[in-house]
């Protein structure tokens, strides 16, 4: 089928044929919005590099929570920023920490709307790593999966509907389904963020987290950004230990990845638009070179078209606006 026979133009020429042969939409039914909290009461602080993400206390949570589920917005993932941090993360596991009482006033306000919590060290950890360190400052693996069973657990039990481990720890995903099992959670979704890379493309939610690392670099337990083969290798692996979701994180740069693993797995499949994804287009349209909605639709879309069926974006609540308006 060549030219003249064949006009691809004969189906672009307005937009009902273009909305007949479209091949992808977005839909609010994909998105999960993050959220950060802090102790506090009514507070509300914007984050400066991510213009439009604000720390919330738990209050303000609740009616964000609620805002969220209005616009029909399915899903809603947490950070926490605790009251003060130490060496072993202790308020990441602490029953009265900041995360626990979050799930527990969202979930008996917005019982509907589902909770994620993300489980990781680096936002309870004074040295911003996310595990415990040895003597020579490496992140123990082995020590640091008891942690973060300790912590999903917790999370569990104050009514999470789904705990994602972001912490790229090496058998997690196997002894939190193990411990969430036998604790009765059996179904407590579990959400793994399997092909995380260690990404500068983080840079605004450590300012929005105070997660950053004091010393160092992550390379050591976050994927190398070169590699592909391995994300297979991780998300086999977290399959294989009981992971109900998998995750690719960042989006953008990665959407290679996001191909190859619904095409290997044909699995639930997560990509995560990262802080810095959402920082540059909120500073391209702040300055005006770009229209913020038209290339963040677009983005989202790039993400959705190279295969992930679930996407977590600050972009979500902008989304379900500008899906309203049109
Ligand atoms: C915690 C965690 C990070 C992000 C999600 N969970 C930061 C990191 O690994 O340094 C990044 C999310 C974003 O940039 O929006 N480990």
């Given at each position: 089928?060549?030219?003249?026979?064949?006009?691809?133009?004969?189906?672009?020429?307005?937009?009902?044929?273009?909305?007949?042969v479209s091949e992808t939409s977005l839909s609010?039914?994909?998105?999960?919005?993050?959220?950060?909290?802090?102790?506090?009461?009514?507070l509300r602080t914007e984050v400066p590099s991510m213009p439009g993400v604000f720390q919330l206390s738990i209050d303000e949570a609740v009616r964000e929570a609620r805002a969220v589920h209005e616009d029909?917005?399915?899903?809603?993932?947490?950070?926490?920023?605790?009251?003060?941090?130490?060496?072993?993360?202790?308020?990441?596991?602490?029953?009265?920490?900041?995360?626990?009482?979050?799930?527990?006033?969202?979930?008996?306000?917005?019982?509907?709307?589902?909770?994620?919590?993300?489980?990781?060290?680096?936002?309870?950890?004074?040295h911003g790593h996310c595990?415990?360190?040895?003597?020579?400052?490496?992140?123990?693996?082995?020590?640091?999966?008891?942690?973060?069973?300790q912590e999903s657990l917790v999370y569990a039990e104050a009514g999470a509907d789904a705990v994602a481990p972001s912490d790229m720890m090496d058998g997690r995903i196997g002894a939190i389904r193990e411990a969430l099992d036998e604790s009765g959670f059996?179904?407590?979704?579990?959400?793994?963020?399997?092909?995380?890379?260690?990404?500068?493309f983080y840079g605004p939610f450590r300012d929005a987290a105070y997660s950053a690392p004091a010393f160092g670099d992550r390379r050591a337990y976050q994927m190398d950004p070169p590699n592909s083969d391995e994300a297979l290798r991780e998300v086999a692996e977290d399959l294989e230990e009981g992971a109900d979701i998998v995750m690719v994180k960042p989006a953008?740069?990665?959407?290679?990845?996001?191909r190859r693993v619904r095409e290997a797995f044909e699995v639930p499949t997560a990509a995560y638009q990262v802080s810095g994804e959402y920082s540059l287009i909120k500073a391209g349209a702040a300055k005006g070179w770009i229209?913020?909605?038209?290339?963040?639709?677009?983005?989202?879309?790039?993400?959705?078209?190279?295969?992930?069926?679930?996407?977590?974006?600050?972009?979500?609540?902008?989304?379900?606006?500008?899906?309203r308006e049109s």
């Open positions: 089928m060549s030219f003249p026979t064949h006009r691809a133009r004969r189906l672009r020429q307005n937009a009902n044929w273009r909305r007949m609010v039914d994909d998105l999960v919005y993050p959220l950060f909290i802090m102790h506090g009461e009514h029909g917005i399915p899903a809603i993932i947490l950070f926490g920023i605790p009251e003060s941090k130490d060496a072993v993360g202790s308020e990441g596991y602490d029953p009265e920490g900041i995360i626990p009482k979050a799930i527990r006033a969202i979930k008996m306000e917005v019982p509907e709307l589902l909770v994620w919590a993300d489980v990781c060290m680096c936002e309870y950890t004074d595990g415990l360190l040895t003597d020579s400052g490496e992140v123990d693996n082995d020590s640091t999966l008891e942690l973060l069973v059996k179904k407590t979704v579990i959400v793994s963020y399997a092909a995380k890379y260690s990404s500068a953008g740069p990665y959407l290679d990845i996001i229209d913020e909605k038209r290339v963040a639709m677009e983005s989202l879309l790039g993400i959705k078209r190279a295969g992930a069926g679930i996407i977590i974006t600050y972009f979500a609540r902008d989304l379900a606006r500008w899906l």
